[in-house]
């Protein structure tokens, strides 16, 4: 599966992946469309720390 690293870090992290593109200031439709391929390896990290900052938002709630 594509992008496989972002689903399984938003996953554990117990982040939805509209949550990550609501973060990114995209649609869910347009992040979901992107990740049916591999992305470029820098949008991913962009992707892994929109992860990170929403998962750590929750703790802080």
Avoid: F, H
Wanted: glycine residues 6%; aromatic residues 4%; contains cysteine.
């Amino acid at each position: 599966m594509a992008n496989e690293a972002v689903r399984v870090a938003a996953k554990r992290a117990g982040v939805r992946l509209w949550e990550v593109a609501d973060y990114c200031g995209m649609a869910d439709t347009t992040l979901s469309r992107q990740m049916r391929k591999e992305l470029p390896k820098e949008k991913q990290q962009t992707l892994l720390g929109a992860v990170k900052a929403i998962a750590a938002q929750k703790g802080a709630q």
